[in-house]
């Protein structure tokens, strides 16, 4: 399944701390449960992926409707010409 693939399958999402510092991400649905845990740097990148892919989601939707772009939020990129 790639990700631009829709589905029947549905599930609950969980995030949050656990006893031993990490961070879980625990996604579970009918007969299945998976638990994905991250070193908490690990966590912080995929919170700006998820904060990227929403923006640009946004755009596609704007888009869609005919609507105007938006500028970027926080005017410039945090890390100029891809470098972090």
Same mark, same amino acid.
């Given at each position: 399944? %790639?990700?631009? /693939?829709? %589905?029947?399958?549905?599930?609950? !999402?969980? &995030?949050?701390?656990?006893? $031993?510092?990490?961070?879980? &991400? ?6 299945? @449960? !998976?638990?994905? #845990?991250?070193?908490?740097?690990? +966590?912080? #990148?995929?919170?700006?992926? $998820? !904060?990227?892919?929403? @923006?640009?989601?946004?755009? &596609?939707? #704007?888009?869609? +409707?005919? /609507?105007?772009?938006?500028? =970027?939020?926080?005017?410039?990129? *945090? =890390?100029? *010409?891809? /470098?972090?």
């Amino acid at each position: 399944m %790639s990700i631009d /693939k829709e %589905s029947e399958v549905t599930g609950d !999402l969980q &995030i949050g701390p656990t006893t $031993l510092g990490m961070v879980r &991400i625990y996604v579970v649905g009918d007969g299945f @449960e !998976l638990p994905f #845990d991250f070193e908490p740097e690990e +966590a912080e #990148d995929i919170a700006e992926e $998820l !904060l990227a892919a929403a @923006e640009a989601a946004r755009e &596609i939707a #704007d888009r869609a +409707a005919g /609507k105007p772009a938006k500028p =970027h939020r926080g005017g410039q990129d *945090k =890390h100029p *010409k891809g /470098k972090k």
